[in-house]
Structures are given as structure tokens and as C-alpha cells.
Nanobody, 119 residues
Framework: QVQLVESGGGLVQAGGSLRLSCAAS????????MAWYRQTPGKQRDLVAS???????NYVDSVKGRFTISRDNAKNTVYLQMSSLKPEDTAVYYC?????????????WGQGTQVTVSS
């Protein structure tokens, strides 16, 4: 059984910062790509940032220079440091972790954490 537990969301004023965390636990052998997505009501879930097992990062253009994704392999945790937040960053943020368990490799989703940026 694999679990992803997210934390760090909340309400912040425009220009402020938040740090999201997502910790993976359970029985698995290897974590591959770790990523953050976000979703607003009525819209699809979109990729925000990803980080490979070797540390290669990728960002959607709208967050480049403002968000930083990182991972701590010893803690099986991925982080999203969000700075210079804008009202349009308001969404539910989900972590997505691709990992190998006994017999399969698949992606798992966190439960989501609300980020609200007030103007």
C-alpha cells in the first residue's frame, strides 16, 4: 500500500510565499519522477513542475522563476517552493509520484491541498 501525504497549502496574499510538501510512504522499491499538478473548478488538472530521479526539473512557463521543485530522496518527499504568488495561482495542488512497487510501476496521486492567493 502506497500513501502520499501533502501539506503546506493555505491562504496567502499576492506576492507571498508558500511551501508544499508531499511525502510517500509504504512498500515500494524506487521513486522515479515526482511532480506537482494543479486544478481549478471545471478545468483539467495541469502539470506545474516535475523532477526526475536524477534531479532534472521542468516547469510550466507561467511559474518559471517563481516556483522551485525539489526532492529529498532520503525522506521520499517532494517539495514545491512557491514565491511571488499571484491570484491566478489559486488552485488545488496535487502531487504525483511515479514509483515501482512489487510487480508494477505506476503513478500515485496525493489528496490535494488548497492554495488560495488573495489580491
Amino acid at each position: 500500500q502506497v500513501q502520499l501525504v501533502e501539506s503546506g497549502g493555505g491562504l496567502v496574499q499576492a506576492g507571498g510565499s508558500l511551501r508544499l510538501s508531499c511525502a510517500a510512504s509504504g512498500r515500494f522499491f524506487r521513486i522515479n519522477v515526482m511532480a506537482w499538478y494543479r486544478q481549478t473548478p471545471g478545468k483539467q488538472r495541469d502539470l506545474v513542475a516535475s523532477i526526475s530521479s536524477s534531479g532534472i526539473t521542468n516547469y510550466v512557463d507561467s511559474v518559471k522563476g517563481r516556483f522551485t521543485i525539489s526532492r529529498d530522496n532520503a525522506k521520499n518527499t517532494v517539495y514545491l517552493q512557491m514565491s511571488s504568488l499571484k491570484p491566478e495561482d489559486t488552485a488545488v495542488y496535487y502531487c504525483n509520484v511515479d514509483l515501482r512497487t512489487l510487480g508494477t510501476t505506476r503513478a500515485y496521486w496525493g489528496q490535494g491541498t488548497q492554495v488560495t492567493v488573495s489580491s
